[in-house]
């Protein structure tokens, strides 16, 4: 229950909000039925069709069929525009923002709990007006109030997952029976996942932290209260533990190597190792973050040292086969709306197959936060998350950078001058 200050002052914030969004986002929003008809259609799974309808009726996927006829008077017509299904980010940090004084936003920056509110949301709205409709924030206790504020319809955000927090080795005191109290701790707050740091940081070399038995406690407890263990790993070790104690997903693996991928494959392990946006944001925001913890000579040096590894490291994920290689940022201050770019990243210093590459961002995305029947794909049933870029990302990943069109659950957030009939 809020207050009649607390009323007004959200509804002033609202309007604020609306005010500052270009006109044709505030006016596209529509419910109801709705046809949308493009040239191109990628439908996440690794198809691609022609000349297609897709009809949204409150806010799911009624119809996807061929063109025909007229479009309806309230139509809107993509053109030669490539439409897919909305992106997906399966790791990025919502909250991390550049602050007032240009730096990283830290504890002790000063900063207001409304600047703190209000830089989340524009974190939010970059990430949505970039065309993810989705992200996973592997962060912070106050990304649940963002996840709980977009879903109310209060600001315009990409469906958020979060895990609310995260746990090591150190966590309770890291026995495993501390442990596996931990996770029941996040799942009784409301985390959509467990996050788990199971090695070092890249800046620290990155070698295993945690034991076997304190993984298997940590992604065991995890899986028994029906939650996915998303697992930070650097070292071939660090990632071969979390695959054999049953942990869903592994983020990074740097090192990994072809028995560590090996591992993964045979436990049906997600892996999630990244190309070069996070460490290109890093070394691009230098500024921002010099001197804040581990951002120091020694760790900028250690990430300039890992991007041949990872680029080379998606390319080996590419092409073990069966390897289920999702797609993530690790989004953190100044990465957010530019999620694509290691999309292009994975494809053209990879070398992974541009049609693969989507796939990881939609439908596979989808399927490691078990959405699968939900959200990745251009379907009957599914939610209307619908992007639209201008040009053909299959024959040329930029196009990824250069979306038009946003719909998510059949509101429109983005439409930049496709014809509405
Ligand atoms: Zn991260």
């Known amino acids: 229950m809020s207050s009649v200050p607390a009323r007004r002052l959200a509804r002033a914030v609202s309007l604020a909000l609306l005010l500052t969004l270009p006109p044709h986002v505030a006016a596209a929003q529509t419910r109801g039925t709705v046809v949308l008809r493009a040239a191109r259609v990628i439908d996440g799974t690794g198809k691609l069709l022609t000349n297609t309808d ?116 150190r966590s309770a005191g890291g026995s495993p029976g501390s442990l596996r109290a931990v996770v029941r701790r996040f799942k009784a707050a409301g985390a959509d996942v467990i996050k788990v740091f199971a090695s070092k940081s890249i800046r620290d070399g990155g070698e295993a932290t945690m034991s076997d038995a304190q993984l298997a406690a940590a992604c065991g407890e995890s899986t028994a209260q029906g939650l996915r263990s998303v697992v930070h790993a650097h070292s071939a070790e660090a990632v071969q533990r979390a695959a054999r104690n049953g942990c869903t997903q592994v983020e990074h693996g740097v090192f990994a190597d072809d028995i560590t991928r090996s591992m993964l494959v045979r436990n049906g392990t997600f892996f999630d190792p990244q190309c070069g946006l996070v460490f290109h944001n890093y070394l691009d925001n230098k500024i921002r973050f010099e001197g804040i913890g581990n951002y120091n000579s020694v760790g900028f040096a250690s990430m300039e040292k890992a991007l041949p590894l990872a680029e080379a490291g998606i390319g080996s994920a590419s092409r073990t086969p069966t390897l289920k290689l999702v797609f993530g940022t690790d989004a953190v201050a100044g990465a957010h709306g530019r999620n694509a770019e290691e999309l292009v990243c994975r494809v053209r210093r990879g070398g992974q197959p541009a049609m693969d590459a989507i796939v990881s961002a939609t439908s596979r995305a989808a399927e490691s936060l078990r959405l699968d029947r939900e959200i990745g794909r251009i379907a009957v049933g599914y939610a209307a998350d619908i992007i639209a870029t201008d040009g053909n990302p299959v024959t040329e990943i930029e196009a990824t950078q250069r979306v038009v069109f946003v719909m998510r659950n059949g509101l429109v957030y983005r439409n930049d001058g496709a014809r509405r009939r």
Do not use: C
Request: glycine share 12%.
């Open 54 to 169: 897709i009809t949204v009726s409150d806010g799911r996927i009624t119809a996807v069929r061929p063109s025909s006829g007229a479009l309806p008077a309230n139509g809107i017509d993509l053109g030669t525009r490539t439409v897919l299904p909305g992106l997906i980010d399966t790791h990025v940090h919502i909250g991390w923002y550049v602050n007032t004084k240009n730096r990283l936003h830290t504890e002790s920056d000063g900063d207001s709990p409304a600047t703190q509110a209000y830089s989340q949301a524009g974190n939010a709205w970059a990430t949505l007006h970039a065309g993810f409709t989705t992200v996973q924030s592997i962060g912070e206790e106050d990304n649940g109030t963002l996840r709980d504020a977009i879903n109310r319809g209060t600001i315009p955000g990409p469906r958020v997952l979060t895990s609310l927090g995260s746990m090591n080795e």
